[in-house]
């Protein structure tokens, strides 16, 4: 029933910024870390950044100081701002949150569709 829904992804040029947008929906008691990875073709996919339910931000070294991430508890939304993008940030970006449910004693990850980020001119 959980579900995780990203938006914002698009086509790019090199320097520019995009913010992607991760909503979850359903039957959520609370979420604890939320995260965002990324695959390119023929590569594996990678974690970008990270943050905990106390707010502890991890990022991958090729996008620390550009990529920042946020969340809303509020909305059950979290957030990935990129900026300066580089054609090797281009990826299918993928949702990931770790829920607890009402009906569950622990948490579960949940991943969203992916959404996709072209940086080119």
């Known amino acids: 029933q959980v579900q995780l829904v990203e938006s914002g992804g698009g086509l790019v040029q090199p320097g520019g910024s995009l913010r992607l947008s991760c909503r979850a929906s359903g039957s959520i008691h609370v979420i604890y870390t939320m995260a965002w990875y990324r695959q390119a073709p023929g590569n594996q996919r990678e974690l970008v950044a990270d943050i905990t339910y106390g707010g502890r931000t991890n990022y991958v070294d090729s996008v620390k100081d550009r990529f920042t991430i946020a969340r809303d508890d509020a909305k059950n939304m979290v957030f990935l701002q990129m900026n300066n993008l580089k054609p090797e940030d281009t990826a299918v970006y993928y949702c990931?949150?770790?829920?607890?449910?009402?009906?569950?004693?622990?948490?579960?990850?949940?991943w969203g569709q992916g959404t996709q980020v072209t940086v080119s001119s």
């Open positions: 990931k949150a770790d829920i607890v449910s009402p009906e569950r004693l622990r948490s579960y990850d949940y």
